[in-house]
């Protein structure tokens, strides 16, 4: 369907939706919900084989994700920090600012996290102020910034300069 130019589309066991919107030789992209989205990657370890890094994301207001990596075979490999060490709160912003304040409002720590399709790359990026008011969101988002995590074989290290 993909290669033709057609929607990959079924409908799921929730009378809903699941459509199948990217796909490579080493990345797959499908929205499982209307709320539900899957990312699946092929990564190149370093003695020449590969590990498969899964990303399931969950939104409302915000979006939320959970990584995992399995074997080829789809053993899970653990721990997960072993290949990703998710981000705090103050990496997302830079050093010098003054936000600890409006991050106390936060109750809740929720970062979406996207593989790209392209390149071994992956994105982080701090979704709490959708749960946020206006006035909040607004104040923390100007002083925020996206995560890049790059893949060195081994696993995702941070690459965003602060």
Not at 38 to 57: A, H, V
Not at 104 to 110: N, Q, R, T
Not at 114 to 132: Q, R, V, W
């Amino acid at each position: 369907f993909i290669e033709a130019g057609m929607k990959a589309r079924v409908t799921n066991r929730f009378d809903g939706h699941s459509e199948l919107l990217e796909l490579t030789t080493d990345y797959l992209k499908m929205k499982m919900t209307s709320h539900t989205e899957l990312q699946m990657k092929l990564l190149p370890i370093s003695n020449g084989d590969t590990i498969i890094c899964m990303i399931n994301t969950v939104c409302a207001e915000a979006c939320d994700s959970h990584i995992r990596f399995f074997t080829k075979g789809w053993k899970e490999l653990t721990p997960q920090k072993k290949y990703f060490t998710s981000p705090t709160i103050k990496d997302f912003f830079t050093a010098n600012t003054s936000i600890n304040k409006k991050l106390m409002i936060a109750d809740m720590y929720l970062v979406e996290l996207k593989l790209s399709a392209s390149s071994t790359d992956m994105i982080a990026k701090y979704t709490m102020p959708g749960y946020m008011s206006q006035e909040d969101s607004l104040f923390v988002s100007k002083e925020m910034h996206d995560i890049k995590y790059i893949w060195n074989g081994k696993k995702f290290i941070n690459n965003t300069q602060k």
